[in-house]
């Protein structure tokens, strides 16, 4: 098993930043791709971005290319999302997910945080 918390969320006006954090517990850290997820009211989860168990390959949403970006510390066991520029439509519940495999769907993730909520005002 493995276990996930995120932190990091909050307010922040548009234009603003947040960082996102992710403590992964209960298994080799670096074995696992991680990803970003997002869900926000009345709308399915998508995807923010994932990188994989080295951090040599990393995937975004084009809805968030240029200007959020994913990293982790495996010595840290901990995977970040450093969110800039942040918009109105930002605003969702974030979710950290994790598993063996590297990809960019949410549907294969078997690993899942309980989400924060992150909400940017206008």
Known sequence: QVQLVESGGGLAQAGGSLRLSCAASGRTFSNYAMGWFRQAPGKERETVAVISWSGDATYYADSVKGR????????????????????????????????????SSDSHYGYWGQGTQVTVSS
């Open 68 to 103: 959020f970006t994913i990293s982790r510390d495996n010595a840290k066991n901990t995977v970040y999302l450093q969110m800039n520029s942040l918009k109105p439509e930002d605003t969702a519940v974030y979710y950290c997910a994790a598993d063996k495999l590297y990809g």
